[in-house]
């Protein structure tokens, strides 16, 4: 913790600028822009809350799942990446039994901790992500109370990028700094973050965002054993291979598709708990093709495609962490389309069945196939139905794949992203 007046002149007399670099992986000519945007959340909270806090400044990243599209809530593997998108915060103690949250483009957040159970009011809201997480941490015997926050993102908003865990690995972050002692680890950040994401917020989403965002990095992730997944570090960039990573914006939001990621888990439990398990990690792949004949009856034909998607999902998403160790840059793309074709065929998530007029991600993907002439992957990225695409795009050919899809889809919707070591970080 720093003076919030002492912290000012460190971060503008670049003081700060070793540590800004580490934490981006940034260029040295990108520093500036990083430290300017550090320098204004600073200056919010001075306008907000006090200029003579002691304070901190804190990260966490977006990411972006790179293989294993809706595995991880059937305790399957995926494939991940921290980005170079990022919520940040300058908080400090206030000393009160509240949290006061002031957020760049979004409403002000006034949490009342005395009231440590979900609150139906607040359900779908960041303030209940911020009271499950005092929750469930005050259980774990840390004594957290209030404190002051200045929030700014710019992890885009119901991209598939994750903004939502972000923010919740970001606040796990703060309250370890805080009041834990720095005692939790990344891994326990993230499982603390999905616990208010199910509980207080209502989502049912699996662990793989809130991992990815927390601990940083390429990731591949086995959730065999979900309170204790398996998290291996890969050491990669595409870029070195010549390629673009791209998340392009389908231009149709997703943040109001509670209901449709939530029938996936829920039709592929079906199919489960046909077979006397609660998740389809449990279910031997060759009995769902034994008893397609009966599982129709049971359940429902998409729940049992959807059973398909996972089994082929869960075996690509380790052949593409396989090919990324072994530098097979080809056979990764490869398993990156079918990935994204299974998603289209068999998991059924890229538009709404109630508006099959409204289809922005397929339109996005064909767009996106015809822009890189043969070469590359593309696929739905994040939970579909609306949203973003990913892609891996040849470098020599990136200024034209932009200009094609934007051309397409709107000005700005191309986003060339790159990926980042850190997870959920305390700057300083």
């Known amino acids: 913790m720093a003076h919030i007046q002492k912290l000012k002149q460190t971060l503008n007399l670049s003081r700060l600028d070793a540590r800004i670099a580490e934490v981006y992986g940034c260029a040295s000519e990108e520093v500036y822009t990083k430290r300017k945007r550090l320098v204004s959340l600073t200056d919010m909270y001075s306008k907000h809350f006090a200029d003579n806090d002691d304070v901190g400044l804190y990260s966490s990243p977006g990411r972006t799942e790179i293989g294993g599209n809706h595995t991880d809530h ?18 400090a103690k206030n000393n009160t039994s509240c949290v006061n949250i002031i957020s760049k483009g979004h409403p002000d957040i006034r949490v009342s901790l005395e009231e440590s159970y979900p609150v139906e009011s607040e359900k779908g809201t960041s303030a209940s992500i911020v009271r499950g997480i005092v929750s469930k941490i005050r259980s774990m015997g840390f004594p957290v109370y209030g404190f002051n926050a200045c929030v700014d993102s710019n992890v885009l908003c119901g991209s598939g990028l994750s903004s939502s865990a972000a923010y919740e690995v970001l606040i796990g972050v703060i309250i370890n700094d805080l009041f834990c002692g720095g005692e939790l680890d990344a891994i326990k950040v993230a499982q603390i973050g999905q616990y208010a994401e199910n509980i207080f917020f209502g989502k049912p989403c699996g662990l793989m965002d809130q991992l990815a965002s927390s601990v940083g990095g390429v990731v591949s992730i086995d959730f065999a054993n979900p309170s204790v997944p398996i998290v291996e570090a890969i050491s990669c960039n595409p870029t070195d291979a010549g390629y673009a990573l791209c998340i392009v914006d389908s231009g149709a939001n997703h943040t109001d598709l509670t209901d449709e990621y939530a029938s996936i888990p829920r039709e592929m439990c079906a199919v489960a708990s046909f077979f006397g398990k609660t998740v389809l990690r449990d279910v031997e792949e060759s009995l769902v093709w034994e008893n397609i004949a009966a599982l129709r009856e049971n359940v429902s034909d998409r729940a049992v495609l959807r059973a398909i998607h996972f089994f082929n999902e869960n075996k ?22 079918s990935s994204g074709n299974s998603s289209a065929l068999h998991l059924q998530n890229l538009y709404c069945d109630g508006s099959p007029d409204k289809q922005s991600i397929p339109v996005a993907i064909a767009v996106a196939r015809h822009a890189l002439k043969g070469d590359g992957a593309v696929r739905v990225h994040g939970g579909g139905f609306a949203g973003t695409i990913q892609a891996f795009v040849p470098i020599s050919i990136l200024a034209d794949f932009k200009a094609e899809l934007e051309a397409a889809l709107g000005a700005g919707r191309c986003h060339v992203l790159t990926f980042r070591s850190c997870g959920g970080v305390k700057f300083f």
């Open 74 to 91: 059937q305790n399957g593997c995926v494939l991940a990446a921290a980005i170079d998108l990022d919520t940040i915060a300058c908080a």
């Open 316 to 337: 690509t998403a380790q052949l593409e962490a396989s090919a990324l160790k072994s530098g097979d840059l080809r056979l990764f793309l490869s398993l990156v389309n």
